[in-house]
């Protein structure tokens, strides 16, 4: 079965550090890979996306990530994390299930960033 | 560009009441998913409205029905609210029913005291 596995449940960093969110995914083909940001009681806004082509790809916000198609992971990395970064970060994965797309979510990373 | 909107934004009922939630999606958009999203939780999928009719179902009992109107616009209704239904629940739209990317409203935080 298809599933999403982000391994991290809470991470913390000082701002200006580097920051790197795993996401794992388990699907027989290439998945369509998403990464949405969720700041507090907000609605999910869309980072990045993964569809083909390139495997490392460019969002907003600084914000990129790269797809390993050997290790099943598409990590979120930003080289330098500024204190508005702090949200729940969510991976989601899209695939085809007959003529729908299906996006199956992980449970969401928590940043904190320390002054 | 209006993105997708949501009403109300917040909204207290009490258990065995009804809700309706409401929801406009994003300009050009005929597409519409509904999801819950309980605290500290992932999204978890409603259903997906398609040229007004439902289309795909998550795993939600039938207390949860919605509607999607000729503008795309949609409804989501729960009947006999129970305390666990209190939840952040939002509204994504995409370009088509096959379409790769959901674009998701503000939300509309459900409290059932």
């Known amino acids: 079965a298809q599933s999403v596995t982000q391994p991290d449940i809470h991470i913390t960093v000082s701002e200006g550090a580097s920051l790197e969110l795993r996401c794992n995914y388990s699907?027989?083909?290439?998945?369509?890979l998403f990464w949405y940001v969720q700041s507090p009681g907000q609605g999910l806004q869309l980072l990045l996306k993964?569809?083909?082509?390139d495997t490392l790809v460019q969002g907003i916000k600084g914000f990129e990530a790269e797809f390993k198609r050997s290790q099943s992971s598409f990590n979120l990395r930003k080289p330098s994390v500024h204190w508005s970064d702090a949200a729940e970060y969510f991976c989601?994965?899209?695939?085809?299930?007959?003529?729908?797309?299906?996006?199956?979510w992980g449970l969401g990373t928590s940043l904190a960033v320390n002054p | 560009d209006a993105g997708v909107t949501q009403s109300p934004t917040h909204l207290i009922k009490t258990r065995g009441q009804q809700v309706t939630l409401r929801c406009s999606p994003k300009?050009?958009?005929?597409?519409v998913s509904w999801y819950q999203q309980a605290l500290g939780q992932g999204p978890q999928f409603i259903f997906q409205y398609y040229e007004e009719e439902e289309r795909q179902r998550g795993n939600f009992p039938d207390r949860f029905s919605g509607h999607q109107f000729p503008n795309y616009s949609s409804e989501l209704n729960v009947n006999a609210l129970l305390l666990g239904d209190s939840a952040l629940y939002l509204c994504?739209?995409?370009?088509?029913?096959?379409?790769?990317?959901?674009?998701f409203g503000p939300g509309t935080r459900l409290t059932v005291l």
């Open positions: 994504a739209s995409s370009l088509s029913l096959g379409a790769d990317t959901q674009y």
């Open positions: 300009s050009g958009h005929d597409t």
């Open positions: 993964y569809f083909s082509g």
């Open positions: 699907y027989g083909a290439t998945p369509y």
């Open positions: 989601a994965v899209g695939f085809n299930a007959g003529n729908n797309r299906k996006l199956i």
